[in-house]
């Protein structure tokens, strides 16, 4: 029979396995920034500094991060996903919230580029709020 002990140091195991390595988290948030950039995002804006300040911490602490940036000047919100665990995907949700009454994002700079991008795109709706959605996700990294 198993002790509790072992069953605990077993599960303490699996756990720090499951986890993210540092590289691993360096690999995941520079295709996410990347693919950021791509979509014509400046680096310069509130919103990229703010996802970036989420990246850095995310690959410094190794915890699971998530949360909502604002992209006003293009009527979008982001929706961040940065999991510690593996088997989780890391996501940014490109929301669309209303009108665009500024910058527009540049979607036809590189349609090959674009075409790699995993993206999902709903039926424009009617209410505001509902609109485009893309979600852009890092490629799984096998393990090792």
Same mark, same amino acid.
């Given at each position: ?67 909502? !940036? ?21 996501n940014?949700?490109?929301?669309y !919230? ?11 700079a ?5 075409s790699? !991008? ?26 090792k």
């Amino acid at each position: 029979m198993v002790s509790k002990k072992e069953k605990a140091s077993a599960k303490k195991a699996k756990q720090v396995s499951l986890s993210r390595t540092r590289d691993e988290r360096l690999v995941q948030v520079t295709n996410l920034r990347t693919k950021l950039l791509m979509f014509g995002f400046p680096q310069s804006c509130d919103g990229m500094i703010e996802i970036e300040k989420m990246f850095n911490e995310y690959i410094e602490r190794g915890e699971s991060i998530s949360g909502k !940036v604002s992209f006003a000047a293009w009527d979008r919100i982001a929706e961040i996903i940065l999991p510690m665990r593996r088997d989780r995907e890391t996501n940014i949700l490109l929301r669309y !919230v209303g009108k665009a009454t500024a910058l527009p994002l540049d979607f036809s700079a590189d349609r090959e580029l674009v075409s790699k !991008v995993t993206t999902s795109m709903s039926t424009p709706a009617q209410e505001p709020g509902d609109g485009q959605k893309f979600v852009l996700r890092a490629p799984k990294i096998a393990d090792k």
